[in-house]
């Protein structure tokens, strides 16, 4: 995919805060909230956009770094489910299978929640990735972070993200 499909006024906001926001963060003194909002307090008080663009670009930035703190929570959650079986005696496996059960729900409706918080739509601003088109299933490949196009293939608007 070419990078010409984006506002590199709005795509330089976007990294503005998202860089902001780490930096606050490597700081060690902000939590994330506190940190996203500081970025933000200092994109608009800069005077180059208005409130709506940084806000805007706020939401893109938080909905990206939120995604990408959940999956990195799960994998670890994952893990430590994983090596649980490990640990119980042979005489458990009725709890065992009970706890899996459970886990298996767990994990579904958290597929499913993780797969709505990866849907992506034409106009919005993303950082670098993949989008898969859950319309023709046609894959595009942002290198940079920028606006999404519509799927070169159907012209359809909604996608899937992947990293």
Known sequence: M???NHDPKEVGLYEKIA???AELLDEG???FDEALKRAREEASKAGDFTREQVDKASDYVRRDLTEIGKQADKAKRALKDAVEPQRVAAGMQSIFTR???GAADTLSDWAQKAESNLEYKTGEVTSPG???CKACEAEM????TARIPPCPKCHKTIF???Y
């Open 29 to 31: 003194k902000k939590t």
């Open 99 to 101: 706890i899996l059960i």
């Open 141 to 144: 490949h942002l290198k940079t």
């Open 19 to 21: 860089e902001r926001t």
């Open 130 to 132: 993949s989008l898969t």
């Open 2 to 4: 070419t990078d010409n």
């Open 160 to 162: 899937r993200k992947s």
